[in-house]
């Protein structure tokens, strides 16, 4: 009895010792990659084998040429409207959508639920064509509003509102109708704290795809006036010579605001993660 109990324990030790050098290892096959973008910054060359890890001569060049460029605090705020704009705008489509789907009952709901399903699986790029026949008719290119307005609608932020909404116990709501709370009060001041995780999450995940957002800004507001960050820091790099140490150094300028903000907002994020997919 006490031999079989040793060899469970050594057999849950093995298991665990395996579990976590698979665990480091994922996570340096996740690291790796951002690694070699920093180094790549400061002037370690990527094309050498084995890789260089060192750089032979350290430089800030590619930092400087972004930072120090005139046109850099145009693409910054460019960057922070279309960012918060968008975000804000989807999130408040998303927050009385996904409440609708969820809470009220009108004729063709089942149907529109499924159509947003639908809409999740089409490719984004699939839509650009269209819409830019229509901003053209409207004659919205190289305007804001063209800019801004169309991304605001995105299914997969309707599914995770209705999805979140869901998940709360109409116990809730039917007790705040009965003390005469309005629907905003419902929404706002009851429905909405209950789903904060969801939502912050939801919010932490488009911040970084519209900061990132590189093919819809060019695609619609291609004049140098609207360029965002990325637009900049990739036709600011462009030439007929790769120049990777230039690439580099704006992408990690673009990567540290969303990693700033993730790290403030960590634990709202993890726990929207687990609850995200609840029903009710």
Not at 205 to 233: Q, S
Request: charged share 10%.
């Amino acid at each position: 009895m006490v031999m079989n109990t040793k060899k469970s324990i050594n057999t849950a030790k093995i298991i665990e010792a395996i579990i976590y050098f698979v665990f480091i290892v994922m996570i340096l096959i996740y690291i790796y990659p951002f690694m070699r973008l920093v180094l790549t910054s400061v002037g370690a060359n990527p094309n050498t084998v084995p890789p260089q890890f060192i750089p032979s001569n350290t430089t800030f060049e590619g930092y400087e040429l972004f930072i120090f460029n005139p046109s850099m605090s145009l693409w910054l705020i460019n960057s922070l409207i279309f960012t918060f704009g968008v975000t804000l705008g989807s999130t408040a489509l998303a927050i009385f959508a996904g409440y609708a789907l969820s809470r009220l009952n009108f004729p063709g709901r089942s149907f529109f639920f499924w159509f947003i399903i639908f809409g999740m699986m089409m490719p984004g790029i699939m839509l650009y064509v269209p819409l830019f026949i229509l901003l053209i008719k409207m004659r919205l290119i190289n305007t804001y509003i063209g800019l801004l307005v169309p991304p605001m609608a995105s299914a997969y932020n309707v599914f995770l509102m209705k999805q979140a909404f869901d998940a709360v116990p109409k116990d809730f709501e039917e007790a705040a109708i009965i003390d005469g709370a309005s629907t905003a009060t419902i929404v706002f001041k009851i429905l909405l704290p209950l789903i904060r995780p969801t939502l912050i999450t939801m919010i932490l995940f488009n911040i970084v795809w519209n900061w990132n957002n590189f093919a819809w800004p060019w695609f619609v507001a291609p004049d140098r006036k609207f360029w965002t960050l990325p637009l900049g820091v990739y036709l600011t790099s462009w030439s007929y010579t790769v120049k990777f140490w230039q690439y580099a150094s704006g992408a990690v300028l673009l990567l540290i605001p969303p990693l700033t903000l993730y790290t403030i907002a960590n634990i709202y994020f993890i726990r929207g993660l687990r609850i995200a997919g609840l029903k009710r």
